[in-house]
C-alpha cells in the first residue's frame, strides 16, 4: 500500500508535470499550432500582448477545470460545444472589463479579441486535455498552456516592436511584413522546444537503460 507522503509526492508531481509540459514541453503554440491566430494578430504591441496574455490566462485556467469536472461526466461529443458556451459567458465579463481598464487596446484588437474566446487552443485544453486529468492537474495544465501561449506571444510582440524601432529609425524594412516576422520566430521556437524535447526523452531513456543495468 502506498503511503500518504508518497501519494501526495506523486500527486504533486503530476501537477507540476502538467505546468511545465503546458509552458514549454507540450506548449500549445509551439507543439500544436494551437492560438497561432491570436499570436499573430496579438502581438502588434506590446501592451496588446499584455492584455491578451491576462485574458487568456483568465478564460484558460477555470474553463480546464471545469472541463475536468464535467467533461468526464457528459458525452465526448458534448464536451467541445460545452467547452465553447463556457468559455464565450466567461469572456462577457471579462471583455467588457478588460474594455473599461484599456479602452485603447481592446478597441485596436478587432476580432482578435471576439476570437480569444473561441479559439482552438482553449477548446482543445478543455475538451480534451482536461477530462482526461484530475481537476488540480487540469487546472495545472491550463495555467501553464496560458502562461507557455503569454511568452510566445510576448516574444513576438518584442521582436515586432524592436523592429518596427528600427524601421522607424531607418534600419530596415523588416515591419513590413509582421506576419512573417512572428512565424519565423514561432518556428524558431517550435525548433528550440523539439531539441529540448529530444534531449530530455534522450536522458529518459539513457537513465531507464542504466537502471535495467543495475537490476541485472
Not at 511545465?20 to 494551437?34: E, I, Q, S, Y
Not at 491566430?37 to 483568465?58: D, E, I, K, N
Not at 525548433?191 to 531513456?205: D, E, F, G, K, P
Request: aromatic share 10%; glycine share 8%.
Amino acid at each position: 500500500m502506498e503511503k500518504p507522503l508518497a501519494a501526495k509526492n506523486r500527486i504533486h508531481r503530476s501537477w507540476y508535470r502538467a505546468f511545465v509540459d503546458g509552458v514549454f514541453f507540450r506548449n500549445p503554440v509551439l507543439a500544436g499550432g494551437l492560438g497561432l491566430y491570436l499570436v499573430l494578430a496579438g502581438s502588434r504591441s506590446l501592451a496588446s500582448a499584455g492584455v491578451l496574455s491576462v485574458l487568456t490566462f483568465a478564460l484558460m485556467v477555470p474553463i480546464c477545470w471545469l472541463g475536468s469536472i464535467v467533461g468526464r461526466r457528459v458525452a465526448a461529443w458534448l464536451r467541445l460545444p460545452l467547452a465553447f458556451l463556457c468559455t464565450a459567458a466567461l469572456y462577457l465579463p471579462l471583455s467588457l472589463l478588460a474594455a473599461w481598464l484599456f479602452p485603447q487596446v481592446v478597441q485596436d484588437w478587432g476580432l482578435c479579441g471576439v476570437l480569444a474566446a473561441a479559439n482552438s487552443m482553449i477548446l482543445r485544453r478543455a475538451s480534451r486535455n482536461a477530462p482526461e486529468k484530475a481537476p488540480m492537474a487540469a487546472l495545472a495544465d491550463g495555467a501553464g498552456s496560458a502562461l507557455g501561449f503569454a511568452a510566445v506571444l510576448l516574444l513576438v510582440s518584442a521582436v515586432w516592436e524592436v523592429l518596427a524601432q528600427l524601421e522607424a529609425s531607418g534600419g530596415g524594412a523588416f515591419s513590413q511584413a509582421p506576419v512573417m516576422v512572428g512565424l519565423l520566430v514561432v518556428a524558431f521556437l517550435a525548433a528550440l522546444r523539439q531539441y529540448a524535447w529530444n534531449s530530455a526523452r534522450r536522458q529518459r531513456q539513457s537513465r531507464q537503460e542504466k537502471e535495467r543495468r543495475e537490476l541485472l
